[in-house]
Protein backbone atom coordinates (compact mmCIF):
# COMPACT_ATOMS: atom_id res chain seq x y z
CA UNK A 1 0.00 0.00 0.00
CA UNK A 2 1.38 3.38 -1.03
CA UNK A 3 1.25 5.87 2.13
CA UNK A 4 2.12 9.08 0.54
CA UNK A 5 -1.42 10.39 0.31
CA UNK A 6 -1.66 10.15 3.92
CA UNK A 7 -3.24 13.10 5.82
CA UNK A 8 -1.45 14.54 8.39
CA UNK A 9 -2.32 17.24 10.93
CA UNK A 10 -0.30 19.31 13.07
CA UNK A 11 -0.49 17.80 16.74
CA UNK A 12 -0.64 21.55 18.33
CA UNK A 13 -3.87 21.90 17.86
CA UNK A 14 -4.22 19.10 19.17
CA UNK A 15 -7.03 18.37 22.39
CA UNK A 16 -4.39 16.55 24.89
CA UNK A 17 -5.87 14.23 27.67
CA UNK A 18 -2.55 14.76 29.49
CA UNK A 19 -0.46 17.46 30.15
CA UNK A 20 2.65 18.15 31.78
CA UNK A 21 0.40 20.61 34.51
CA UNK A 22 -1.35 17.78 35.76
CA UNK A 23 2.02 15.51 36.10
CA UNK A 24 2.36 14.83 39.93
CA UNK A 25 6.12 15.90 41.53
CA UNK A 26 7.52 13.57 44.09
CA UNK A 27 7.88 14.83 47.55
CA UNK A 28 4.83 17.08 46.80
CA UNK A 29 2.06 14.72 46.00
CA UNK A 30 0.37 12.93 49.37
CA UNK A 31 1.39 8.95 49.15
CA UNK A 32 -1.65 6.90 49.34
CA UNK A 33 -2.41 4.39 52.55
CA UNK A 34 -1.14 1.73 50.42
CA UNK A 35 1.03 -1.59 51.11
CA UNK A 36 1.22 -4.91 50.67
CA UNK A 37 2.82 -8.40 51.79
CA UNK A 38 6.12 -8.21 50.26
CA UNK A 39 6.06 -4.95 49.27
CA UNK A 40 8.51 -3.88 52.21
CA UNK A 41 10.37 -7.11 51.64
CA UNK A 42 11.04 -5.77 47.68
CA UNK A 43 11.89 -2.62 48.58
CA UNK A 44 14.73 -3.66 50.76
CA UNK A 45 16.00 -5.83 48.08
CA UNK A 46 16.04 -2.95 45.67
CA UNK A 47 18.23 -1.13 48.42
CA UNK A 48 20.17 -4.16 48.73
CA UNK A 49 20.92 -4.75 45.42
CA UNK A 50 22.06 -1.18 44.73
CA UNK A 51 24.48 -0.84 47.19
CA UNK A 52 25.92 -4.04 46.21
CA UNK A 53 26.05 -2.68 42.74
CA UNK A 54 23.86 -4.80 41.22
CA UNK A 55 21.24 -3.51 38.32
CA UNK A 56 17.05 -2.58 38.98
CA UNK A 57 15.53 -2.65 35.44
CA UNK A 58 12.35 -1.03 35.34
CA UNK A 59 9.92 -2.51 32.17
CA UNK A 60 6.81 -0.81 32.02
CA UNK A 61 4.03 0.21 29.54
CA UNK A 62 2.48 3.38 28.58
CA UNK A 63 0.40 4.21 31.20
CA UNK A 64 2.61 5.06 33.59
CA UNK A 65 3.68 7.94 31.29
CA UNK A 66 0.07 8.73 30.39
CA UNK A 67 -0.72 8.89 34.25
CA UNK A 68 1.82 12.05 34.83
CA UNK A 69 4.25 9.76 36.74
CA UNK A 70 7.42 10.58 34.63
CA UNK A 71 9.30 12.61 37.56
CA UNK A 72 9.10 9.50 39.76
CA UNK A 73 10.67 7.51 37.20
CA UNK A 74 13.35 10.32 36.96
CA UNK A 75 13.60 10.91 40.56
CA UNK A 76 14.61 7.20 40.96
CA UNK A 77 16.70 7.09 38.21
CA UNK A 78 19.01 10.24 39.62
CA UNK A 79 18.97 8.86 43.15
CA UNK A 80 20.58 5.54 41.60
CA UNK A 81 17.67 3.28 42.83
CA UNK A 82 16.55 2.48 38.57
CA UNK A 83 19.60 1.42 36.21
CA UNK A 84 17.55 0.85 33.48
CA UNK A 85 14.25 1.59 31.65
CA UNK A 86 12.27 0.05 29.39
CA UNK A 87 9.20 0.60 27.34
CA UNK A 88 6.93 -0.10 24.59
CA UNK A 89 6.50 1.69 20.99
CA UNK A 90 4.44 4.23 22.79
CA UNK A 91 5.91 4.81 25.96
CA UNK A 92 9.14 6.52 23.94
CA UNK A 93 5.89 8.42 21.40
CA UNK A 94 4.14 9.56 24.84
CA UNK A 95 7.50 10.65 26.56
CA UNK A 96 8.21 12.18 23.62
CA UNK A 97 5.22 14.04 23.04
CA UNK A 98 5.18 15.36 26.14
CA UNK A 99 8.74 16.99 25.44
CA UNK A 100 7.95 19.09 22.75
CA UNK A 101 4.37 19.74 23.37
CA UNK A 102 3.98 19.77 26.54
CA UNK A 103 0.61 17.47 26.03
CA UNK A 104 0.13 13.99 25.16
CA UNK A 105 -2.66 10.95 23.99
CA UNK A 106 -5.67 12.02 22.71
CA UNK A 107 -9.58 11.23 22.03
CA UNK A 108 -9.20 7.97 20.22
CA UNK A 109 -12.56 6.75 20.23
CA UNK A 110 -13.73 9.98 17.97
CA UNK A 111 -10.59 10.04 15.98
CA UNK A 112 -10.66 6.60 14.70
CA UNK A 113 -14.28 7.28 12.93
CA UNK A 114 -12.57 9.32 10.37
CA UNK A 115 -9.20 8.20 10.07
CA UNK A 116 -7.37 10.90 11.91
CA UNK A 117 -6.12 9.12 14.82
CA UNK A 118 -2.86 9.26 15.33
CA UNK A 119 -1.68 11.45 11.74
CA UNK A 120 0.58 13.69 14.21
CA UNK A 121 3.17 15.61 11.66
CA UNK A 122 5.87 16.86 14.28
CA UNK A 123 5.75 13.44 16.44
CA UNK A 124 5.55 11.01 13.44
CA UNK A 125 8.01 13.09 11.02
CA UNK A 126 10.63 14.36 13.65
CA UNK A 127 10.53 10.30 15.70
CA UNK A 128 11.22 8.97 12.03
CA UNK A 129 14.25 11.63 11.58
CA UNK A 130 15.25 10.65 15.02
CA UNK A 131 15.36 7.36 14.10
CA UNK A 132 16.98 7.10 10.71
CA UNK A 133 19.57 9.25 11.80
CA UNK A 134 20.42 7.72 14.91
CA UNK A 135 20.47 4.17 12.56
CA UNK A 136 23.11 5.34 10.57
CA UNK A 137 24.87 6.14 13.55
CA UNK A 138 24.72 2.75 15.19
CA UNK A 139 22.16 4.30 18.23
CA UNK A 140 19.85 2.24 19.78
CA UNK A 141 15.80 3.42 19.49
CA UNK A 142 15.66 5.18 23.21
CA UNK A 143 19.40 7.03 22.23
CA UNK A 144 18.54 7.94 18.81
CA UNK A 145 15.42 10.37 20.27
CA UNK A 146 17.45 11.85 22.99
CA UNK A 147 20.49 12.71 20.52
CA UNK A 148 17.64 14.38 18.35
CA UNK A 149 16.17 16.40 21.22
CA UNK A 150 20.19 17.60 21.87
CA UNK A 151 20.69 18.67 18.36
CA UNK A 152 16.98 20.21 18.37
CA UNK A 153 17.25 22.06 21.65
CA UNK A 154 14.78 24.79 19.89
CA UNK A 155 11.85 22.05 19.32
CA UNK A 156 11.80 20.43 23.28
CA UNK A 157 11.34 23.08 25.84
CA UNK A 158 10.18 20.33 28.27
CA UNK A 159 13.70 17.88 28.60
CA UNK A 160 13.52 18.30 32.68
CA UNK A 161 10.71 16.16 32.24
CA UNK A 162 11.67 13.68 29.65
CA UNK A 163 12.25 10.39 30.75
CA UNK A 164 14.64 8.99 28.05
CA UNK A 165 16.13 12.22 27.65
CA UNK A 166 16.77 12.46 31.26
CA UNK A 167 17.89 8.49 31.25
CA UNK A 168 20.25 10.11 28.51
CA UNK A 169 21.94 12.42 30.68
CA UNK A 170 23.07 10.50 33.66
CA UNK A 171 23.83 7.77 31.01
CA UNK A 172 21.82 5.14 31.96
CA UNK A 173 19.75 2.72 29.33
CA UNK A 174 16.71 4.16 28.16
CA UNK A 175 15.73 0.70 25.75
CA UNK A 176 12.37 0.58 23.86
CA UNK A 177 11.25 -2.78 22.46
CA UNK A 178 8.72 -2.32 19.13
CA UNK A 179 5.93 -3.91 17.41
CA UNK A 180 6.01 -3.39 14.07
CA UNK A 181 2.72 -2.20 13.12
CA UNK A 182 1.92 -0.84 16.78
CA UNK A 183 2.40 2.84 17.06
CA UNK A 184 1.45 6.27 14.95
CA UNK A 185 4.88 6.78 13.78
CA UNK A 186 4.60 3.74 11.52
CA UNK A 187 0.98 5.21 9.90
CA UNK A 188 3.68 7.93 8.50
CA UNK A 189 4.99 7.71 5.14
CA UNK A 190 8.36 8.73 6.25
CA UNK A 191 8.66 5.70 8.35
CA UNK A 192 11.62 3.93 7.97
CA UNK A 193 11.50 0.18 9.19
CA UNK A 194 14.91 -0.70 8.65
CA UNK A 195 15.92 1.83 10.67
CA UNK A 196 13.23 1.33 13.16
CA UNK A 197 14.26 -2.46 13.70
CA UNK A 198 18.08 -1.99 13.59
CA UNK A 199 17.57 1.05 16.66
CA UNK A 200 15.03 -1.36 18.83
CA UNK A 201 17.20 -4.44 18.02
CA UNK A 202 20.52 -2.01 19.79
CA UNK A 203 17.67 -1.81 22.35
CA UNK A 204 17.73 -4.97 23.04
CA UNK A 205 21.14 -6.36 23.01
CA UNK A 206 21.61 -3.17 25.62
CA UNK A 207 18.72 -4.92 27.75
CA UNK A 208 20.39 -8.56 27.21
CA UNK A 209 23.68 -6.76 28.63
CA UNK A 210 21.72 -5.58 32.08
CA UNK A 211 19.67 -8.96 32.52
CA UNK A 212 23.11 -10.76 32.40
CA UNK A 213 23.76 -8.80 35.21
CA UNK A 214 21.08 -8.97 37.25
CA UNK A 215 22.30 -11.95 40.16
CA UNK A 216 21.38 -9.98 43.32
CA UNK A 217 19.37 -7.43 41.04
CA UNK A 218 15.79 -6.57 40.90
CA UNK A 219 13.08 -6.55 37.46
CA UNK A 220 9.89 -4.51 37.83
CA UNK A 221 7.53 -4.37 35.64
CA UNK A 222 4.72 -1.78 35.69
CA UNK A 223 1.67 -2.76 33.30
CA UNK A 224 3.63 -4.02 30.28
CA UNK A 225 0.95 -7.23 29.37
CA UNK A 226 3.59 -8.51 26.38
CA UNK A 227 6.02 -6.85 25.16
CA UNK A 228 8.01 -6.58 28.52
CA UNK A 229 7.46 -9.73 30.15
CA UNK A 230 8.39 -11.63 26.67
CA UNK A 231 11.71 -9.11 25.78
CA UNK A 232 12.53 -10.10 29.63
CA UNK A 233 12.51 -13.51 29.45
CA UNK A 234 14.35 -13.73 25.66
CA UNK A 235 16.79 -11.72 27.62
CA UNK A 236 17.28 -13.88 30.75
CA UNK A 237 17.61 -17.28 28.28
CA UNK A 238 20.42 -15.45 25.99
CA UNK A 239 22.43 -14.95 29.90
CA UNK A 240 21.69 -18.05 31.23
CA UNK A 241 22.99 -19.49 27.52
CA UNK A 242 26.14 -17.37 27.46
CA UNK A 243 27.21 -18.51 31.17
CA UNK A 244 26.17 -15.62 33.21
CA UNK A 245 24.65 -16.03 36.74
CA UNK A 246 21.31 -15.08 36.71
CA UNK A 247 19.34 -16.84 39.65
CA UNK A 248 19.41 -15.02 42.54
CA UNK A 249 16.99 -12.25 41.57
CA UNK A 250 13.82 -10.12 42.69
CA UNK A 251 11.27 -10.01 40.46
CA UNK A 252 7.91 -7.71 40.62
CA UNK A 253 4.48 -7.51 38.26
CA UNK A 254 2.11 -4.34 39.33
CA UNK A 255 -0.74 -4.47 37.34
CA UNK A 256 -4.34 -4.29 37.86
CA UNK A 257 -5.14 -7.89 37.51
CA UNK A 258 -5.96 -9.75 40.09
CA UNK A 259 -4.24 -12.79 39.85
CA UNK A 260 -5.14 -14.41 43.59
CA UNK A 261 -2.51 -16.89 44.33
CA UNK A 262 -0.03 -16.29 41.85
CA UNK A 263 1.97 -18.73 42.78
CA UNK A 264 0.30 -21.40 42.81
CA UNK A 265 -0.13 -23.92 39.74
CA UNK A 266 -2.20 -23.60 37.32
CA UNK A 267 -3.77 -24.97 34.50
CA UNK A 268 -4.15 -24.14 30.85
CA UNK A 269 -7.98 -24.31 31.29
CA UNK A 270 -7.49 -21.05 33.29
CA UNK A 271 -7.52 -17.51 31.23
CA UNK A 272 -4.82 -16.42 33.78
CA UNK A 273 -2.42 -19.19 32.73
CA UNK A 274 -1.55 -17.09 29.42
CA UNK A 275 -1.34 -14.10 31.84
CA UNK A 276 2.27 -13.46 30.49
CA UNK A 277 3.45 -11.72 33.54
CA UNK A 278 2.26 -14.32 35.57
CA UNK A 279 4.65 -16.58 33.72
CA UNK A 280 7.71 -14.74 32.66
CA UNK A 281 8.39 -12.17 35.30
CA UNK A 282 7.09 -13.43 38.73
CA UNK A 283 7.03 -17.84 38.66
CA UNK A 284 9.52 -18.74 35.90
CA UNK A 285 13.01 -16.52 35.87
CA UNK A 286 12.90 -17.01 39.82
CA UNK A 287 12.10 -21.22 39.78
CA UNK A 288 16.08 -21.71 40.64
CA UNK A 289 16.60 -19.02 43.25
CA UNK A 290 15.11 -15.39 44.25
CA UNK A 291 11.69 -14.62 44.46
CA UNK A 292 8.79 -13.36 42.72
CA UNK A 293 5.88 -11.21 43.28
CA UNK A 294 2.79 -9.95 42.06
CA UNK A 295 1.02 -6.72 42.77
CA UNK A 296 -2.71 -5.23 42.13
CA UNK A 297 -2.38 -2.15 42.55
CA UNK A 298 -2.60 1.41 40.84
CA UNK A 299 0.27 2.89 39.12
CA UNK A 300 -0.71 6.11 40.56
CA UNK A 301 -0.60 4.36 43.80
CA UNK A 302 2.52 2.06 43.40
CA UNK A 303 5.14 4.25 42.12
CA UNK A 304 4.68 7.13 44.77
CA UNK A 305 4.92 4.56 47.14
CA UNK A 306 7.65 2.81 46.01
CA UNK A 307 9.29 6.35 45.98
CA UNK A 308 8.43 6.70 49.73
CA UNK A 309 10.45 3.58 50.70
CA UNK A 310 13.22 4.04 48.68
CA UNK A 311 13.90 7.89 48.70
CA UNK A 312 11.52 9.59 51.23
CA UNK A 313 12.40 6.41 54.13
CA UNK A 314 16.09 7.08 53.60
CA UNK A 315 16.17 10.75 54.00
CA UNK A 316 17.59 11.86 50.48
Known sequence: MDLSSIKMNSARSRVNLVSLEKMDTPGKM????????????????????????????????AHVIKNGLSRYLIALMREGFVTHISSNGAGSIHDFELCWL?????????????????????????????????????????????????????????????VLYQAYKLGIPATYHIAIGTDIIHQHPSADFGAIGKTSGIDFHKMCESVS?????????????????????????????????????????????????????ISYDDPLYYYRPRKNIVNRPTSMGGKGWHFTVDHKISLPNLYARLVMSSGS
Open 30 to 61: PVSDWDDPGFAELAERIKAARANGRPVILSMG
Open 102 to 162: GGTSEDVPSAIEDGSFGMWEETCSWMNAALSAGAADGCGYGESLAVYMDKHPEKFPYTDDC
Open 213 to 265: QLDGGVFLNFGSGVIGPEVFLKALSIARNLGYPTFNISTANFDLVDLGDYRAD
